[in-house]
């Protein structure tokens, strides 16, 4: 089933997330997405995530229409002003992508073309309002379109800190879904408690929520992540479950599968990252029991 | 051996290095570098190269003889073609500069032609007083000679004690002995010099309070090794020297002649005699009687390297060695026993005790010789006002000249690990001065192409060696020739002498020429050693290396049976059939070869990883550099000045900015290393970075870990919960931020080894003591009037450290010394901080008030982070969480895993000036490994039958490597790059279908039926 087809029927949405290569070598891409074809209701590619210079998510996108899998694309405002971001858009509806994640575009500090001109035309509300736009069969600059695109915009939330924080980013996502977001994408949080009432707190938006997990690897980096990303809520008991397991990597498959068994019960769909390890995917889909 | 156009192979005169000194540290420096495809000159002025280590018993902390540990690796053709040793020489002037030296060599004349030399000792056998040898190691285990014929095996002529040389010339029946012979002087171009001389060790006839050169039984602590030794004047049985017998009671005196201020001492610390004391009185008890009473009188004990501290422990708590703190004033000779008394006296008990012994081991440490101080002239270098090389604050081989460099001893008082790891680090910078890396075009193919066999008649030659006395004088090689020259097959056969040397090796290679010979087989020693040396000279030849069968005459047969050679020669003669009937099923193999990554991998980004990526990127290696911080720099951004006064912050700052400017590098910072596969040479390592976790995999060649150790900040005396309770590394940012508030304060206390030698943390931090001597003069430099005390349990200041205890004590600072039982207290009375310490001398508690209490922490390794690289890596850890290398004497930055190297404080707490020599140390090593271009696998690997496999997956399950899997096809799989060839699978195929090459089913059976088979 579709994505969008998993959403509107009520049922809970299984997405995976997957990088184009830096490079042409698609082998490992096509590899990965064969044996998710049968267990995802569609695949999320990010594009030039982390300000590191990927092929575009476009062709990945056509890539995964072609292996008979729903993609789901990055739409962000960085590295492409309106002109560049409509064509694409129109291409993606003639390549059969039709979902679209709006995102906001990475800080280059990590990034490996550091020296980028920054472009930021439109910011994710623009975004959303020329999707919608587009969709009504209009670009920008006021123009008709010679066949409408049909596009499906969510929006993703930023790290979220405490309950003030929460209620500030609920406001912000109202005016995403005014703007045209059909669903909402909340980032990766490891206190299943506090995801269950940021679930709730977006749902009150009236559209699909989906939760966001990803695997933790080793200790390191959940180390590095209990340090440097305080809103992960990664506490100390998950880093010492890892320690104390006898084969570390199957304990953060379970830890990422028992996460999705929990949120499972309060989201509307889940998307998993292996972030670099997505031969592991269909084990952490076993785990979860998806 | 042939030598192949050794003066075309070189590409200018300024690939070479020349190394002054043959001992452990110039042997390290000249294998590290001919490995790396540098032309190296090794001279020494002694008549055999070996230096020191050789004349040791057994060594500390493995209590193992294992000079054969040192070059493992080193393949024999690199050796051949790239190292070149000089015995009896000496450097008599270095003009020129840094890549462009020309260097004047003399040459003392030996009277004997090394080239024909067997070394069969019959001349010294005969002639023991005119001939000089020195076997150096235990002569019961020959296996320590590794390089039988090119050490030379040492033998010279010493012509003031020769009447008639005819008469010495009639036993050599190699006609090797030269009548006349002088002393020649030549002149060589060279692009840099690596000096490793040493020093000598201290003499303690000097003294007149101790009786050393007088009292037969009192003897330096080499003498004892020496008596110990196999090799040793008593045959390795430890007796007096006076009366033959075994002593009871045995005493060690520390620091004779060390840290002293009498006329004949020196005034530093020789940095080796505690842990070689500790040695000598564990083996005693080992080897000898567990109820030999050992006692060591000693005023510091100095364990400081690592796991030393243990190494004590295990001496106090398992061996039962008495320690005595206190330097006794001298040794009193009973005229009658030869026994010695020892007065002394205890620091809780001021009356003086007096103790005999029956013998005493007089610890002595290093001295500069005047032969060094003449070299050091000659090559223009300074000296410290010790007269040891003086070389720069942040690199300890760099002497004053510009590409002189400088290893082990000469450069400060250091034990055999970190002389090895100075060398590695010396041939590193040596190499720097060289043009960068060959490229793969310049390096040469050693070998012909080889011949194609397959139609060719069987042709066997058989080699038999009689390897002196060792086969030779057990079975006779002639009657074992006229055995085998019978078999079918066979084409030649012949005696050989030592046919490892250069003579036989030439004499076995004309013979298969000539004869046409396709098959070889060598009756010598074990193929463990030799097989490489035999294999590259079919290659010589132009036959494929496994063409050759070696048969172990030597280990198998005429060692165990000595005293049967009746049995020994039929066994011999067995064995040979098995060699000759196995060799006609060899066939030619092809060697899996695989690209070698020229990448390196980095992790952490403190001075010690930007170090050796500098080190490595300079000589053309690209260089990943990852660090999990968002800045590079690590710990050494927390400290400010070194002990010499050096300003760390500008120094790491200039490093951070070459290695980010640098084209080779590439710097990853806020990034973690989550995984890990491949084999070395050609790794592959996962690396996530940012927030976003961006994933990359990286190929390396080689893996440098550097990833430090944290500051330890253990829950003790107050700190973290008491006001003006810190560290001396907080000290050190106090001293150069606010010099009002140490100005502002009258007294202060510094307790040394907090959260060290403890129980939860049993090693020595080892950089504490001179923290608190730099720390504690810059206090007094602020603030003269500034009362400081140091409560401590041993001052480790090593080496050339004891410099500034001297003047820390000189300026008034005050030492008070406590134990794990009287650990000092800290209190606060009217707000103002107290520690109470037992003060041994007083014998009794005392207050003291203190503005500022400073603790000395130290470093503790970073379990976590070890833990989860060693994981991944699949590296073993030390009991205290640092990486444990691969043989701590002789191996100190290399894994025992292939194409792993660590560093810096990851391997154990160290200075930075001694992290940055580390570092250097691995780059020299990495880059010897990586000048090898490729990998080879071997052509020893698992091959599959597809018309005989049944994919039944007994070999799936079975490999403990996981290699095989079902293809596509149907059958099982096996990657010839990845199998190990450890044969499991192909035994326990039931189908037969896996054959292990090389050792295939019809080569075994052929080798049975040899054994079986009976010709004659």
Redesign the interface.
């Known amino acids: 089933m579709s994505f969008q087809a998993k959403l509107s029927s009520g049922g809970f949405a299984v997405l995976a997330e997957m990088h184009t290569p830096k490079g042409v070598d698609i082998s490992e891409l096509i590899t990965n997405v064969r044996y998710l074809k049968s267990r995802v209701d569609g695949i999320v590619i990010p594009d030039m995530d982390n300000g590191v210079m990927h092929m575009s998510a476009l062709a990945g996108g056509a890539l995964l229409r072609q292996q008979g899998i729903d993609p789901l694309i990055h739409v962000y405002g960085r590295d492409r002003n309106r002109m560049a971001l409509q064509g694409d858009l129109l291409a993606a509806h003639v390549l059969g992508i039709h979902n679209l994640l709006v995102v906001q575009g990475e800080d280059m500090i990590n990034g490996d073309h550091q020296d980028a001109t920054l472009v930021d035309d439109l910011d994710e509300i623009g975004l959303l309002e020329m999707i919608q736009s587009l969709t009504q069969g209009q670009d920008l600059a006021g123009f008709e379109l010679k066949g409408n695109p049909e596009l499906i915009a969510g929006c993703a939330i930023p790290p979220i800190a405490d309950d003030a924080q929460l209620k500030k980013e609920v406001e912000s996502a109202r005016g995403k879904v005014d703007a045209g977001a059909k669903y909402i994408m909340l980032p990766a949080v490891f206190d299943t408690d506090f995801y269950t009432l940021m679930i709730e707190a977006f749902k009150s938006l009236n559209v699909p929520v989906i939760a966001s997990v990803f695997l933790l690897k080793n200790v390191g980096m959940a180390r590095y992540i209990s340090i440097n990303d305080p809103n992960s809520r990664l506490s100390e008991d998950v880093i010492r479950r890892i320690r104390k397991s006898k084969n570390r990597e199957v304990e953060c498959i379970n830890i990422a599968g028992e996460m999705i068994r929990t949120i499972k019960e309060v989201s509307q769909g889940i998307k998993i990252s292996a972030l670099g390890w997505e031969d592991r995917l269909p084990v952490i889909l076993d785990s979860a029991g998806l | 051996m042939q030598k192949f156009n050794k003066s075309d192979a070189k590409q200018s005169s300024t690939n070479r290095v020349l190394v002054i000194g043959g001992g452990v540290g110039g042997i390290r420096a000249a294998l590290d570098l001919a490995e790396s495809r540098r032309d190296v000159l090794l001279i020494d002025k002694s008549y055999t190269i070996g230096g020191l280590m050789t004349q040791l018993d057994r060594t500390f902390p493995t209590n193992n003889c294992d000079l054969c540990t040192v070059s493992p690796f080193l393949s024999a053709s690199a050796r051949e073609q790239h190292l070149e040793i000089k015995p009896m020489t000496r450097l008599e002037n270095l003009i020129g500069e840094a890549g462009d030296f020309t260097a004047t060599l003399v040459t003392e004349p030996r009277f004997i032609d090394i080239d024909k030399c067997t070394g069969c000792g019959e001349c010294a056998k005969k002639f023991p007083k005119a001939v000089k040898f020195t076997p150096g190691l235990d002569p019961r285990a020959p296996t320590c000679m590794r390089y039988p014929q090119e050490t030379p095996y040492a033998f010279a002529i010493d012509m003031e004690k020769v009447k008639d040389i005819s008469e010495i010339q009639k036993v050599c029946k190699a006609n090797a002995i030269l009548a006349e012979d002088k002393s020649t002087e030549t002149s060589i171009k060279i692009g840099s010099v690596v000096l490793s001389i040493g020093a000598e060790l201290f003499d303690p006839s000097v003294l007149d309070n101790y009786g050393g050169g007088k009292y037969q039984n009192v003897v330096t602590g080499l003498e004892y090794e020496r008596i110990m030794s196999a090799s040793g004047p008593f045959q390795g049985d430890l007796v007096r020297v006076s009366d033959r017998k075994r002593p009871k009671k045995i005493a060690w005196i520390q620091c004779v002649g060390s840290r002293g201020i009498n006329k004949a001492d020196v005034s530093y610390c020789s940095g080796v005699c505690c842990m070689y004391a500790l040695k000598e009185a564990i083996v005693t008890k080992e080897r000898f009687a567990e109820d030999i009473e050992t006692t060591i009188f000693y005023m510091d004990m100095r364990t400081y390297g690592k796991d030393y501290e243990q190494y004590f422990n295990r001496a106090k708590n398992e061996y039962n060695i008495r320690m005595i703190r206190n330097r006794p004033h001298s040794i009193i000779e009973n005229p009658k026993t030869n026994d010695l008394s020892i007065t002394y006296a205890l620091e809780e008990n001021p009356t003086h005790e007096t103790e005999e012994f029956d013998m005493v081991v007089l610890s002595t440490g290093f001295r500069v010789g005047d032969t060094s101080i003449d070299l050091a002239g000659k090559l223009g270098i300074e000296l410290n006002q010790h007269n040891f090389a003086l070389t720069d604050h942040f690199n300890s081989v760099k002497t004053s000249r510009p590409g002189v460099y400088v290893c082990g001893v000469y450069e400060s008082p250091k034990d055999i690990p970190e002389t090895m790891v100075q060398a590695s680090a010396a041939a590193s910078m040596a190499a720097s001065d060289l043009p960068s890396i060959l490229k793969e075009n310049q390096v040469e193919d050693l070998f012909p192409l080889e011949r194609n066999v397959s139609d060719e008649e069987l042709k066997i030659g058989v080699f038999v060696c009689d390897c002196g006395f060792d086969i030779g004088g057990v079975v006779d090689v002639e009657t074992l020739i006229e055995y085998v020259k019978v078999n079918p097959d066979v084409a030649v056969a012949r005696g050989v002498g030592y046919g490892c040397s250069t003579e036989s090796m030439a004499e076995i290679e004309a013979l298969i020429l000539e004869h046409g010979i396709n098959r070889v087989v060598i009756g010598g020693c074990s193929p463990r050693t030799h097989e490489t040396k035999f294999q590259d000279l079919l290659r010589r030849v132009g036959l494929n290396r496994y063409l050759v069968e070696i048969v172990n005459l030597r280990d198998q047969n005429t060692w165990p049976h000595m005293g049967q050679p009746k049995e020994a020669l039929e066994k011999a003669f067995k064995l040979l059939q098995i060699g000759i009937s196995g060799v006609r099923k060899n066939r030619p193999l092809l060697d899996n070869t695989l690209p070698m990554s020229q990448n390196a991998l980095v992790v952490g980004g403190g001075i010690t990883g930007m170090t050796s990526a500098l080190k490595l990127a300079d000589q053309g290696v690209r260089v990943y550099i990852i660090e999990?911080g968002p800045a590079l720099g690590g710990l050494a951004r927390s400290v400010r000045k070194t002990i010499e006064g050096e300003n760390v912050d500008l120094f790491v700052t200039d490093l951070v900015e070459q290695v980010n400017a640098h084209e080779n590098i590439q710097v990853m910072v806020?990034s973690?290393?989550?995984?890990h596969s491949g084999v070395p040479g050609l790794f592959k390592t996962?690396i996530?970075?940012?927030?976003?976790?961006?994933?990359?995999?990286i190929d390396h060649g080689v893996t440098i870990l550097a990833t430090g150790a944290l500051a330890n900040r253990p829950n003790e005396y107050g700190l973290g919960s008491m006001e003006n309770v810190i560290t001396q590394l907080e000290m050190d940012s106090l001293l150069e931020d606010d010099q009002e508030k140490i100005s502002s304060m009258d007294q202060i206390v510094m307790i040394q080894c907090v959260g060290s030698r403890d129980e939860n943390n049993p090693n020595c931090s080892r950089i504490c003591c001179q923290a608190a001597m730099k720390n504690a003069l810059r206090i007094k430099q602020i603030n003269p009037q500034a009362q400081i005390f140091v409560i401590y349990r041993d001052i480790r200041t090593y080496g050339f450290q004891e410099d500034y205890y001297r003047e820390a004590r000189n300026l008034g600072v005050k030492f008070i010394r406590y134990s794990l039982d009287t650990k000092p207290e800290v209190k606060k009375i009217d707000s103002k901080l107290s520690v109470c310490v037992h003060d041994f001398i007083l014998g009794q508690n005392i207050d003291i008030e203190t503005d500022c209490l400073v603790l000395s922490t130290g470093l503790i390794a970073d379990d976590?982070?070890t833990?989860?690289?060693a994981?991944?890596f699949h590296l073993p850890r030390t009991l205290d969480n640092y990486f444990l290398e691969d043989h701590v004497k002789l191996r100190p930055v290399d894994m025992a895993l292939r194409g792993f190297f660590i560093a810096g404080t990851v391997h154990s707490p160290k200075t930075i000036r001694e992290s940055i020599t580390q570092a250097l140390a691995v780059a020299g090593r990495a880059q010897a490994l990586l000048g090898k271009k490729e990998i080879n696998l071997g052509a020893a690997v698992a091959k599959v039958d597809t018309d005989k496999c049944a994919s039944c997956l007994v070999c799936v399950r079975v490999c403990p490597f996981d290699i095989p899997f079902i293809n596509a096809e149907g059958y099982s799989q096996i990657d010839p790059d990845k199998c190990q060839g450890c044969g499991v699978c192909a035994a326990d195929c039931p189908a037969k279908a896996i054959q292990l090459l090389s050792y295939e089913d019809d080569q075994i059976l052929a080798k049975l039926d040899g054994l079986f088979e009976r010709v004659n």
């Open positions: 999990r806020s973690i290393v989550v995984d996962g996530q970075t940012g927030l976003r976790m961006n994933y990359m995999q976590e982070t833990e989860d690289l994981i991944m």
